[in-house]
């Protein structure tokens, strides 16, 4: 959660990858409105606009 608090303070968009503890931040970040995705290749292309 500090990340996700962090990246907001920063004027970053908070993101949660579901690998590693991210499965167990999933509902707080749901909750706080941050992107989630399946794994770190969903997020870069998201990051980069890729479909």
């Known amino acids: 959660m500090r990340d996700m608090l962090a990246a907001r303070a920063a004027g970053a968009r908070p993101m949660l990858v579901l690998t590693g503890k991210g499965q167990s931040m999933r509902l707080t ?22 479909p």
């Open 29 to 50: 970040a749901e909750a706080a409105g941050v992107s989630i995705f399946a794994d770190l290749n969903a997020a870069v292309h998201a990051i980069l606009g890729i």
